[in-house]
C-alpha cells in the first residue's frame, strides 16, 4: 500500500490539495545520508505547498527517512519523509521531494491561494523581464522548473517591451 502511493507521487499522480510555488527559502536540513552518516546541510527549497517540498541538496538520501528541516524565514522546523529524489540536477547538488508529516503543519510562513485546474501539473512562479522589469505568472512543468532553479532563470520574450531576455524568478507571496 505505502510503496504504490510512493510510487504515485513520485509519477506525478497524486492528487494535490494546495497549488505548489517556485521560491527559494532559506533551510537547514538535519538528516541521515544514505551512508549512514549524520549530516546539517544549509540550503535551499526549489518550490513548496502546505504539504512538502522539492529541495536542493549536495548529499544523498535514502526514500522513505524521515528528516528535519528548520525554515530560515519563520525559523519553524518540520519533520519531512523523503519521497524520492526529484528530477535531473546539472550541477552536483541533487533535487528532492519530500512530505510533512505533521499535516497542516506551515513551516515556510506563506499564505498559499486557492488551488486552480493548471495547479494541478504545473508550478506557478512569478517572473521579471530584465529589460523593462514587468512582471508575470508563469506556470513551468518540473523539467523546466529545474532548469530555471539551475540556471538562474528562464530565456523568453516580453509583451509589454518586445525584447527577448533572461526572465528572473522573484518573490510575490507575503507572508
Keep these: 500500500m505505502l510503496e504504490s502511493s510512493v510510487k504515485a ?14 521560491i527559494e527559502l532559506p533551510i537547514r536540513v538535519f538528516a541521515t545520508d544514505f551512508k549512514g552518516k549524520e549530516f546539517v546541510e544549509d540550503s535551499t527549497t526549489i518550490a513548496i505547498n502546505l504539504q512538502g517540498a522539492r529541495i536542493r541538496l549536495g548529499r544523498e538520501l535514502i526514500p522513505e527517512q524521515e528528516i528535519r528541516i528548520l525554515s530560515g524565514k519563520t525559523g519553524r522546523e518540520g519533520i519531512f ?15 528532492w521531494a519530500v512530505e510533512c508529516v505533521t499535516p497542516g503543519e506551515n513551516i515556510w ?5 486557492q488551488l486552480g485546474p493548471q495547479d494541478q501539473t504545473l508550478v506557478r512562479t512569478m517572473m ?7 512582471r508575470e505568472v508563469v506556470f513551468l512543468d518540473e523539467p523546466l522548473l ?12 516580453c509583451l509589454t517591451c518586445g525584447k527577448t531576455g533572461q ?5 510575490y507571496y507575503q507572508t
Aim: glycine fraction near 12%; proline fraction near 7%; charge should be positive.
Design 9 to 22: 507521487a513520485l509519477a506525478g499522480n497524486r492528487e494535490r490539495r494546495t497549488p505548489r510555488i517556485a
Design 81 to 95: 519523509r523523503v519521497v524520492g529524489r526529484a528530477g535531473d540536477s546539472e550541477s552536483r547538488a541533487s533535487f
Design 109 to 113: 510562513g506563506v499564505n498559499f491561494p
Design 128 to 134: 521579471q523581464c530584465p529589460a523593462c522589469r514587468a
Design 146 to 157: 529545474d532548469k530555471v532553479a539551475a540556471h538562474g532563470g528562464l530565456l523568453r520574450g
Design 167 to 171: 526572465w528572473k524568478q522573484i518573490p
